[in-house]
């Protein structure tokens, strides 16, 4: 592939105030980079997004009936790389994807009193060293990241080392020399949250470990099955012969997981149940990882994107952006970031979402300027496992588009968001009643909900998304109150080379909108308005628009 130089949008330079700047009257454009502080971020569950091919919807045969939206529905690889061929992501002014574990899962189903489960959401692993066919193969995930990239988007791989999948009819349990069945996690302290397993029948793997282990029977005789039992077993030789470390558990899953890496270009890891693992082996992960990367871009220099290092995030049940960079678990207290972690999943947005725009963005301004600085959090204000979001019957999604993408810190947008997906769906139990299948026929009908029109909301996200994309300043930037009524504020982002500023007003009167930019733009500086798309040029200090909506984007193009 030929060489691909990462450019979201070319913008105009700010220059006035900058030492060794040129003139006011002369601008430049430079290109946008891609910050992981800013990243506006687009999670999916692989089975609930879009079915690219109905040919692969059922294997080792699934067919079984299931609970209502327990079993898979078809969605797979290919169909994400479907839409971002299509410029679904592009126009959301999305930068990255993270899609829920894709790893082999159990074959079998699990009965969990309300019917049958099966591992559609990825996260009952049964073979880290292969896919599973329900989400595509080798080669749909290579073109998936291939197209990301020359779109502009990175691609985060959702990674489980915590637990194995669980025992069924058709998956037995590992040796217990990788395993534990016993006891079920209490949460009351570090032990009762690391040491346990989750629930019950869902095998915790012995990461602390420092007995050496062979590969587990079933995986040995699975691997035997399929022809590949001496590749696997060479390649575990080499990596164990070059590292020097232990065959313990931990170093087995590490070897697997960077795999995806050196072979696909992976950009960078979502930690799945980060706080019930030994923090040291995400500090080793993070190391290997970080080589792994290296070593993708010697061999791939024509489809480097740019110097960013590998990156990894942590779901960190219950961490919230107040605690720091540290998380308490009664007896002990763990800093996270200091095991290779960039960003921790901000579980406190949603709570924070109630208060006003100054309250959330003035507190998160701070927390990132201060105790996280150099670091970052992922807000969301929904997900998959959450079962009190912050707006589940979809009342208020522009609202909700606003708060989230215009905050402090990395966003993630849960797939949906955007278009008012329901979250609220009648015979489902727990967790199940948020992983509906996208819901693509409401958006192409132009449904109507709760008194708007989900193609309305969708415009809404679209708009914000792509202001925040083209300008690192909206999330990585440094917030300053410049009007109370009507609510405006400025971000402004300085690195070594690199300067960005906005002016975002909200809440303000529709038609004629007069703000004062002084010492933020300078006269005949040329602005967008991203959310009309008007353009305006400064003029004694000020921007004179008449738009038909109450918010400005204001920043350079």
């Known amino acids: 592939m030929k060489q691909f130089t990462l450019v979201f949008i070319s913008i105009l330079l700010l ?17 946008v980079p891609f910050i992981w502080e800013n990243a506006n971020l687009y999670f999916l569950l692989t089975d609930r997004f879009n079915n690219g091919d109905p040919a692969n919807d059922v294997n080792f045969e699934r067919t079984d009936e299931t609970a209502v939206l327990r079993g898979f529905e078809g969605g797979d690889l290919k169909g994400i790389t479907q839409k971002i061929k299509e410029g679904y992501f592009t126009d959301l002014g999305i930068n990255a994807i993270w899609f829920s574990p894709v790893v082999e899962q159990v074959h079998g189903a ?16 049964k073979d880290w060293t292969a896919l599973e066919p329900n989400f595509g193969t080798e080669a749909d995930l290579a073109e998936l990241v291939e197209t990301a990239h020359v779109h502009g988007i990175r691609i985060v791989l959702d990674v489980v080392i915590n637990h194995t999948g669980p025992v069924t009819g058709k998956d037995p349990l590992w040796s217990d020399e990788w395993v534990r069945t016993q006891p079920t996690c209490q949460y009351t302290d570090y032990e009762s949250t690391v040491t346990c397993t989750l629930v019950d029948n869902l095998p915790d793997v012995k990461t602390e470990s420092i007995q050496e282990v062979d590969i587990p029977k079933v995986l040995a005789e699975k691997w035997a099955a399929e022809g590949r039992l001496e590749q696997e077993m060479n390649e575990l030789n080499a990596f164990f012969d070059a590292t020097g470390y232990p065959r313990t558990p931990r170093f087995y899953f590490i070897k697997w997981l960077t795999d995806f890496i050196r072979q696909y270009g992976i950009d960078g890891y979502r930690i799945d149940t980060a706080k019930h693992t030994e923090e040291s082996v995400w500090g080793d992960l993070w190391k290997e ?21 590998f990156y990894m995030m942590g779901e960190v049940y219950g961490y919230g952006v107040s605690g720091g960079r540290w998380f308490n678990f009664g007896d002990r207290q763990v800093d996270y ?64 588009a606003t708060k989230l993408l215009l905050c402090p810190g990395a966003t993630q947008v849960y797939y949906g968001d955007e278009t008012a997906r329901d979250l609220d769906i009648p015979g489902t139990v727990g967790d199940a009643t948020l992983r509906s299948f996208m819901n693509w026929e409401e958006l192409a009908a132009n449904t109507e909900r709760n008194g708007y029109k989900i193609q309305d909301v969708l415009a809404h996200w679209q708009k914000l998304g792509r202001f925040r994309t083209a300008h690192p300043a909206v999330g990585a930037g440094r917030h300053t109150m410049l009007s109370e009524s009507p609510y405006i504020f400025k971000r402004e982002y300085v690195d070594n080379i690199y300067k960005d500023e906005v002016i975002v007003g909200l809440d303000m009167a529709k038609g004629i909108k007069e703000v004062n930019v002084a010492g933020v733009f300078a006269d005949g500086t040329r602005l967008k308005d991203f959310y009309s798309g008007q353009t305006v040029t400064v003029e004694n200090s000020k921007v004179v628009m008449d738009t038909a909506y109450d918010i400005l984007l204001l920043g350079l193009e």
């Open 15 to 31: 220059t006035a105030g900058c030492k060794d700047s040129p003139s006011t009257d002369k601008q430049t454009k430079r290109d």
């Open 337 to 400: 970031f200091n095991e290779g972690f960039k960003c921790l999943i901000n579980f406190e947005l949603k709570g924070d979402a109630n208060g006003n725009y100054e309250s959330i963005f003035s507190k998160y301004d701070r927390l990132l300027a201060n105790e996280l600085k150099g670091l970052s959090t992922m807000n969301y204000l929904t997900s998959h496992d959450d079962g009190h979001p912050f707006d589940k019957m979809r009342e208020k999604p522009f609202e909700s």
């Open 289 to 309: 990882a970080e080589k792994a990367f290296a070593e993708w871009k010697k061999a791939n220099p024509d489809k480097v994107l740019d110097e960013n290092p």
């Open 110 to 125: 699990v009965n969990e009193g309300t019917g049958n489960t099966y591992g559609f959401h990825g996260y009952w692993a």
